[in-house]
């Protein structure tokens, strides 16, 4: 039996919490290919929808299935002709704001496989560039949901596999009043992560900060190490990171 519930790719084993696999409805929904399997019966092909979905509710004694979309339109889809007769069925629900799973009384944490992210932020500014890439101290965590994990101030790891969008802000200055420049990019298991280079120029120390933004997609898998570097390309001036300036924010987005 395929007790099995598909959320963006990934699957969660539900044969640990139903007493009776034989006897019970189990939904399994799969976002890549927009279709609901109904254990035991047949598959659903929901890809005319055309749209996201948000959630499924079973109804009219399991017969209709109400598909909620992302952009607030709801349809529904007849059950009847994937079934030869109604039967009793477990309770499903899939809970989108608490990301839980109830089958009956039993709960399963879906946290992890729902959209997230983790942002994390440089306060003091402190960090001088030199010629040499180094990684970037961020040491406040401003968001940081289930799934990820803050390494040494200035790495993230992701547990899921799937898209990412990775968004980095940098805001450097130079401290005398010299032509600088600086250059920054992305590394994802210290490779450096190709279109994510990003330059700021200082003119003197009248004119004296600069800030850039780069936002990249990309498909990473389970355990990856995002880090951004940065370093003064210019063998002239004296260049820091400015407070509150420099964040890496990084959103699951599939």
């Known amino acids: 039996n395929r007790n099995v519930l598909y959320i963006n790719g990934d699957s969660v084993l539900l044969d640990e919490i139903i007493e009776n696999a034989n006897d019970s409805l189990v939904l399994d929904y799969d976002l890549?290919?927009?279709?609901?399997?109904?254990?035991?019966?047949?598959?659903?092909?929901?890809?005319?929808?055309?749209?996201?979905?948000?959630?499924?509710?079973?109804?009219?004694?399991?017969?209709?299935?109400?598909?909620?979309?992302?952009?607030?339109?709801?349809?529904?889809?007849?059950?009847?002709?994937?079934?030869?007769?109604?039967?009793?069925?477990?309770?499903?629900?899939?809970?989108?704001?608490?990301?839980?799973?109830?089958?009956?009384?039993?709960?399963?944490?879906?946290?992890?496989?729902?959209?997230?992210?983790?942002?994390?932020?440089?306060?003091?500014?402190?960090?001088?560039?030199?010629?040499?890439?180094?990684?970037?101290?961020?040491?406040?965590e401003l968001i940081k949901d289930p799934g990820y994990t803050v390494i040494g101030d200035n790495s993230i790891s992701i547990a899921k596999e799937g898209r990412y969008k990775v968004t980095y802000r940098v805001s450097t200055e130079v401290t005398n009043n010299t032509r600088s420049g600086a250059e920054f990019h992305l590394t994802v298991n210290g490779t450096e992560t190709a279109g994510s280079k990003a330059f700021n120029y200082h003119r003197n120390k009248d004119v004296h900060s600069s800030t850039s933004t780069v936002v990249k997609v990309l498909n990473l898998t389970a355990n990856s190490v995002i880090q951004l570097q940065g370093r003064r390309y210019s063998e002239k001036g004296d260049l820091k990171m400015v407070a509150n300036g420099s964040s890496l924010l990084i959103e699951r987005i599939r």
């Open 32 to 140: 890549m290919s927009n279709e609901i399997f109904l254990e035991g019966i047949d598959t659903v092909d929901l890809s005319d929808l055309q749209d996201s979905i948000k959630d499924f509710t079973l109804l009219s004694g399991d017969t209709l299935l109400m598909i909620e979309l992302e952009n607030g339109e709801k349809d529904t889809v007849d059950l009847a002709p994937f079934r030869e007769s109604v039967y009793d069925s477990q309770i499903v629900i899939l809970d989108t704001t608490e990301h839980e799973l109830i089958v009956n009384d039993d709960t399963l944490d879906l946290s992890i496989y729902a959209n997230s992210m983790v942002e994390i932020l440089d306060v003091a500014g402190t960090q001088a560039l030199t010629t040499g890439f180094l990684p970037i101290e961020f040491a406040t």
